[in-house]
T-cell receptor, first 114, second 111 residues
Framework: KAGVTQTPRYLIKTRGQQVTLSCSPI?????VSWYQQTPGQGLQFLFE???????NKGNFPGRFSGRQFSNSRSEMNVSTLELGDSALYLC?????????????FGPGTRLTVL | QQQVKQSPQSLIVQKGGISIINCAYE??????FPWYQQFPGKGPALLIA?????SEKKEGRFTISFNKSAKQFSLHIMDSQPGDSATYFC??????????FGTGTSLTVIP
């Protein structure tokens, strides 16, 4: 089975621009979660989607949004980029609807905001 | 506010030694505590996990010790090897599928 894939792997943007990141979960997985990873803060939960619905949301501003498609693929959008948005964005998929034990992470998208 | 506090930030251990990483939490609603291992350029991978009704879980050289009353849990890596050099994250699960992570520990095992 193919793992979680994320595209693009690297991205450079300037302040004020917007960006869209993509995540394809493991086949059969219906839950997709997004995390922001920075050296000082570690991994911080952004949101989780299940069956095209946002089920959980972390403490991030409204500039961060996401969606999930019927094939479980998910996109994350960040509008009006700030320098502090530079981070590794990870997505993780899991197979069980409620309280899954294992999240499988993708390699991440490295976003640099100049 | 960091929901899960992890220490130390970095750790250097001799080959064959024991690596110990500690985590503490406050929210008693957390119901599942995994540890993840991350190598450079890769996403985190599940290493071992424990539920709060168990005090210890061992898988090979990796052991989790869990102290529910103290709201602390730790990862012990026995007979540490250079291949164990990576960043380790503890985490805690809340409301189904919302995970809170520690800030990570960079482990270096010296040959």
């Amino acid at each position: 089975k193919a793992g979680v894939t994320q595209t693009p792997r690297y991205l450079i943007k300037t302040r004020g621009q917007q960006v869209t990141l993509s995540c394809s979960p493991i086949s059969g997985h219906r839950s997709v979660s997004w995390y922001q990873q920075t050296p000082g803060q570690g991994l911080q939960f952004l949101f989780e989607y299940f069956s095209e619905t946002q089920r959980n949301k972390g403490n991030f501003p409204g500039r961060f949004s996401g969606r999930q498609f019927s094939n479980s693929r998910s996109e994350m959008n960040v509008s009006t980029l700030e320098l502090g948005d530079s981070a590794l964005y990870l997505c993780a998929s899991s197979s069980v609807a409620a309280a899954p034990d294992t999240q499988y992470f993708g390699p991440g998208t490295r976003l640099t905001v100049l | 506010q960091q929901q899960v506090k992890q220490s130390p930030q970095s750790l250097i251990v001799q080959k064959g030694g024991i690596s110990i990483i500690n985590c503490a939490y406050e929210n008693t609603a957390f119901d599942y505590f995994p540890w993840y291992q991350q190598f450079p350029g890769k996403g985190p991978a599940l290493l071992i996990a424990i539920r709060p009704d168990v005090s210890e879980k061992k898988e090979g050289r990796f052991t989790i010790s869990f102290n529910k009353s103290a709201k602390q849990f730790s990862l012990h890596i026995m007979d540490s090897q250079p291949g164990d050099s990576a960043t380790y994250f503890c985490a805690a699960r809340y409301t189904g599928n919302q995970f809170y992570f520690g800030t990570g520990t960079s482990l270096t095992v010296i040959p």
